[in-house]
């Protein structure tokens, strides 16, 4: 279980997470005075300190509390990395809660683009980890109340995270995110909101392109312990390009039980989407008509559905007396299960398909994956915190391929499930134990310690041997040590650094296919990839200021880069060295009673450096005399899909005519984006201006009604929102849309 400090601000008095009657009461005050402490619902935390222990200092209690990185709760101020929390009022203001894309680009060091496809997944980085992934989300680690959304292959999804219902959003950078084991580049951790009062809430949303999303949702404590909580929404789109049509339904169920020493969550979710697959836009097809969709898509009928369900459950138990401050202080245990299905019509011609070697224009396949982790807390004395613990997560995936066409290969019908191509069980499982200790060694001094050991094992079984035998087996093994070191010089001013070694392996897809179009088998050559973090940073607060700032340098040795992306397969390579290194800053400023402000900058510097082949075309033959295709990428060029600079800004006023009124201006600025490792183009950087008004109406003691506009892209700006690095057919770019709008309804009703 989690806790979260809040306070009622003027602007906003119902954001504390208090009774009624002190939110009543929170409304009549001229400037906000309630504090309350609420606890939450967040998988692999630990409980809260009390109050005391939480806000020496008033100034201090209004400091964001994070689980992410550390042995328990912690105040951002008190932990040795970089953070950033998006809160619920920013998640809610900042769209229909549909995408991370939305609210997080209020965090520097992070970019969530959205493709504006939901036949894709979206495109999340942090400090250019992740930015080469083509599909689904790379080299980060992300969970939803505690269950992963990355895989134990180290890939992941976000399509299912419920946004709407969601406390917060933590997103750890830097060398930390080491301690989340393989792939870890960065940590995305969603919490939902904790169940204080017998509410029922029912939302609506519409916007261009036929936006439309109805949401419903209920909880309440329903005695001797427990509570419950569920939640529902629907959401279609017709797009603003042909053949982007697409729909999403998502429920969740939870429910609690509190005991005096334990906690037991159990938790439910569904998601099933449909959309259909635009596909990118060549350089001549965007400039031309960045609202046109390739002819490619209609012709294959290119689109994807996915079905999603999944089951967990957390196991709080409390030794001893609260407060204690020698020995085993609490454990504990977090299961979760699930299936992932996945259907996929790709756009590849007939004669590709039929070949001997290709799997296929129809990607079909059914995932069951798991996992089991267990923690003990230890608390040796006051200044030392311990946390010890296993973690075992294992995913079979039975993978199918297809011909999407019937008829022959020269009058073929498209869009349809035509005869096996690939038949495989792919298997991945991790096997993983830390331990880390955040040691107060003198009052103004702390030191975190940590380690993270363990091994992964990637399969696959190939049961459709036609057309030669994929099979193989690849283990890895890891130890990630990670070290930061805090100075709290003031009560406003505290300094950090770290360090850390990080590993990422190959997924099962990275594994799939050799680096060579005339080769067999598993990618045996490819080497999972490290690197060495270091960190700088510091944290001041001061009143209505909050700065955080930070410098890196991330080296990086056998980073794995795409070989060739084409004709359904992606292909990927270790290439070498490289290097990133940059500078994150985010600053909010309570300017006045009616006023606030924030900014966030980053930049990154991001290069090979080494040189190495890389395809340049189709078919891609590097052992081949003389290589086929194959063209020398120089070292110094920038590492494909990721930008040297990217800013936001907001200035928001709380209405004269109304405190419950917040209008606000919000500006977004990214620089280009490399397409390829051979830096062969670049989508152009830029920079956009967005609007947004909210206004609260408390209706009666128990109802209130929450009305949300936004006129999104204000200069009707066409720019490429996502890039699909390195596509063989350079359709790269995917367009961004144009001026759009949003209007939102939420009406809450306590009982």
């Not at 409390?318 to 085993?328: K, M």
């Not at 390579?573 to 980053?602: C, D, F, I, K």
């Not at 006023?653 to 062969?680: H, I, K, P």
Request: aromatic share 8%.
């Amino acid at each position: 279980m989690s806790a979260v400090v809040h306070r009622c601000l003027p602007s906003d008095p119902t954001s504390c997470s208090c009774g009624p009657r002190l939110r009543r009461l929170a409304v009549a005050l001229t400037r906000g005075g309630c504090l309350g402490l609420v606890a939450g619902s967040a998988a692999l935390a630990w409980p809260a300190l009390s109050l005391a222990q939480q806000s020496p200092t008033a100034e201090n209690s209004l400091e964001p509390v994070v689980i992410s990185g550390s042995t328990r709760e912690r105040r951002v101020m008190e932990v040795p990395y970089a953070i950033g929390v998006v809160g619920e009022t920013a998640i809610r203001s900042a769209g229909p809660m549909i995408n991370l894309s939305e609210a997080m680009a209020q965090v520097p060091g992070v970019l969530v683009a959205n493709r504006n496809n939901y036949a894709q997944d979206l495109q999340i980085s942090s400090r250019g980890f992740g930015a080469r992934a083509g599909f689904g989300v790379r080299g980060l680690r992300m969970y939803s109340d505690g269950i992963p959304a990355t895989m134990p292959d180290g890939q992941g999804q976000v399509g299912h995270f419920d946004l709407a219902n969601a406390q917060r959003v933590e997103v750890l950078r830097g060398p930390f995110s080491a301690l989340y084991g393989n792939g870890s580049g960065g940590v995305i951790a969603l919490f939902t909101k904790p169940i204080t009062q017998r509410s029922f809430e029912v939302g609506a949303d519409a916007g261009s392109s036929g936006l439309r999303q109805l949401r419903v949702g209920v909880q309440a404590p329903i005695g001797e312990g427990f509570e419950i909580a569920a939640n529902a929404s629907g959401m279609s789109l017709d797009g603003f390009r042909p053949h982007s049509e697409a729909s999403r339904d998502l429920a969740n169920v939870r429910l609690g039980w509190r005991g005096e020493r334990d906690r037991v969550t159990l938790m439910a979710n569904r998601q099933v989407q449909k959309a259909d697959d635009p596909l990118g836009l060549e350089r001549a097809q965007f400039e031309q008509d960045p609202d046109s969709t390739t002819p490619q898509a209609t012709l294959y009928d290119t689109r994807k559905t996915i079905e999603q369900t999944q089951f967990g459950a957390q196991w709080t138990h409390r030794f001893g007396a609260a407060g204690q401050d020698w020995g085993l202080s609490q454990s504990q245990l977090a299961a979760y299960t699930g299936q992932r299905q996945v259907a996929q019509y790709l756009a590849i011609p007939a004669g590709t398909q039929n070949g001997a070697r290709h799997g296929g224009g129809l990607v079909d396949f059914s995932r069951d994956y798991a996992g089991l982790e267990g923690r003990l807390l230890w608390r040796l004395g006051e200044e030392l915190d311990l946390v010890t613990g296993l973690n075992v997560e294992q995913q079979r995936d039975d993978r199918q391929g297809y011909l999407s066409f019937t008829g022959t290969v020269a009058a073929p019908t498209y869009g349809v499930k035509g005869d096996p191509k690939r038949d495989e069980i792919n298997r991945a499982e991790t096997r993983e134990g830390f331990v880390q200790a955040d040691w107060r060694f003198t009052p103004g001094w702390q030191a975190t310690l940590g380690v993270r050991s363990g091994q992964v094992t990637l399969s696959s079984q190939d049961h459709y041997l036609s057309n030669g035998n994929d099979s193989g087996e690849r283990d890895f093994t890891y130890t990630n040590p990670v070290a930061g070191l805090r100075w709290t010089l003031s009560p406003q001013l505290t300094l950090h650094a770290a360090a850390a070694r990080g590993y990422e392996t190959p997924t099962l897809g990275e594994l799939a296919y050799p680096a060579s179009t005339a080769a067999v088998g598993f990618n045996t050559d490819l080497q999972a990839q490290t690197s060495r973090q270091f960190e700088l940073g510091a944290k001041w607060r001061d009143g209505g200021l909050a700065i955080d700032a930070a410098v890196f340098d991330i080296r990086t040795d056998d980073e794995i880069a795409i070989a060739f992306n084409a004709g359904g397969r992606a292909s990927y390579q270790n290439v070498g060295r490289t290097h990133r290194y940059g500078a994150e800053a985010s600053t909010s400023w309570r300017v006045s009673p009616t006023w606030r402000a924030l900014m966030t900058v980053t930049l990154l510097h991001a290069s090979y450096e080494d040189s190495f082949q890389t395809c340049s075309g189709i078919p891609c033959n590097p052992g081949a005399t003389p290589p086929q295709n194959v063209t020398a990428a120089p070292a110094g060029n920038r590492i494909a899909g990721t930008q040297a600079a990217g800013a936001y800004a907001e200035l928001a006023w709380t209405t004269a005519w109304s405190r419950d009124g917040e209008l606000a201006l919000e500006w977004r600025a990214q620089g280009r984006t490399a397409v390829n490792d051979l830096n062969a183009d670049f989508a152009p950087g830029w920079g956009i201006a967005n609007l947004r008004y909210k206004q609260r109406f408390e209706l009666d003691a128990e109802g209130a009604l929450e009305l949300l506009a936004r006129l999104d892209n204000l200069s009707d700006r066409r720019y490429v929102g996502s890039v699909i690095v390195g596509d063989a057919n350079k359709r790269y770019f995917e367009p961004a849309a144009g001026r759009n709008w949003l209007l939102s309804a939420r009406y809450l009703r306590r009982f």
